[in-house]
């Protein structure tokens, strides 16, 4: 097992750390195993390898030497378990046991890296969450077969502003995937649900986080998948700078094959508006097809906005990320 697929093996082991994913982040991850194996022909087989636990947490560890690499598996595992939210008792027991195995106790490099993560995936701080936020999004999300609550009055929803702030998100989260620091990739998806939210609440419908998590589910976009994805395929394209050994070099040229956090938002924005517009009735198979036709178009509007993606990732600095997500 070489460097590169001992780091995907650890973040796979992270995705199944707390056993709590459902079958269809478990088919997200399976997808994206199978989607990578013309870049790593071993993937599909390792995705099989970690799900039935023929190969072990120590074994991943042992074929990585390169202290650089061995920080990098860590952190892409530290954000693999925060992706949909903060982390459960397993999953911390899973993470405390990878940093033995990676000799990085004390590290303090690790150890800001993962508080930065931590802040960016309470989630609770982007959406409203109540006590009763999991029963409200099974009720209420196209999860469920009955159709949604409709809005008796839609108000008056200023569509180029809506169509703008979309696009936006789409450029800012299109750069958060070039930049070589793995704790800026846990942004993508609090900005996401941010966008959901905001755009929930302009056609007049109060969310909580919990809806927003299932709606995001329901249409296609995998909480822990999307990061799977993001790093994955920046490690095999040779982008990440720390495992590389250098920084990370033509951002233009880095951001062509990398279009899918561009794709994916604006694809859930533009799937978003159109539910939420007409007062979240549209079927589980009317809002996955719906937002897999969408995102052929976004992959393509890439090359479009690629300058502002490279302009917007060459000027991002922790601190302005962090006021980002949090709205400041």
């Known amino acids: 097992m070489n460097p590169e697929h001992a780091i995907l093996a650890i973040s796979l082991f992270a995705a199944f750390a707390d056993g709590a994913n459902d079958d269809r982040e478990r088919e997200h991850i399976r997808r994206f195993a199978e989607t990578l194996g013309a870049d790593a022909p071993d993937l599909p087989r390792l995705y099989q390898d970690v799900l039935f636990k023929r190969i072990s ?4 560890t042992q074929a990585i030497t390169d202290l650089g690499q061995r920080q990098f598996a860590y952190e892409m595992a530290v954000c ?3 992706a949909d939210g903060r982390q459960s ?5 899973f993470l405390a046991e990878l940093k033995k195995l990676l000799g990085l106790e004390g590290d303090a490099g690790s150890q800001e890296m993962e508080n930065r993560a931590e802040t960016l995936a309470d ?4 959406a409203p969450a109540t006590a009763t936020a999991t029963a409200a999004a099974k009720t209420n999300t196209a999860a469920s077969t009955a159709p949604g609550p409709v809005v008796a009055a839609q108000p008056q929803v200023p569509e180029a502003e809506l169509d703008k702030s979309i696009l936006n998100y789409s450029i800012l989260n299109g750069a958060l995937e070039l930049l070589p620091q793995s704790w800026a990739t846990v942004a993508i998806i609090p900005l996401q649900i941010k966008m959901v939210y905001q755009i929930g609440k302009t056609y007049g419908h109060e969310l909580d986080q919990g809806h927003i998590k299932e709606f995001l589910a329901t249409v296609g976009v995998g909480l ?3 990061y799977l994805e993001q790093f994955g395929r920046k490690l ?3 982008l ?3 495992v590389a050994g250098k920084t990370i070099g033509n951002l233009g040229k880095a951001a062509t094959g990398m279009a899918f956090s561009f794709a994916t938002t604006y694809a859930l924005g533009q799937i978003a508006k159109r539910y939420y517009a007409g007062g979240r009735q549209m079927s589980t198979a009317m809002l996955q097809e719906s937002f897999q036709g969408l995102l052929g178009p976004a992959k393509q509007m890439q090359t479009q906005y690629l300058p502002q993606i490279r302009e917007r990732a060459a000027n991002l600095d922790a601190g302005q990320i962090m006021a980002m997500v949090k709205g400041a």
């Open 240 to 242: 990440l700078g720390k």
């Open 89 to 93: 008792e397993a999953e911390q027991r």
């Open 236 to 238: 095999l394209g040779g």
């Open 57 to 60: 947490l120590a074994q991943a």
């Open 224 to 226: 822990t998948s999307q």
């Open 80 to 82: 693999v378990c925060d």
């Open 123 to 126: 989630l609770d701080q982007y």
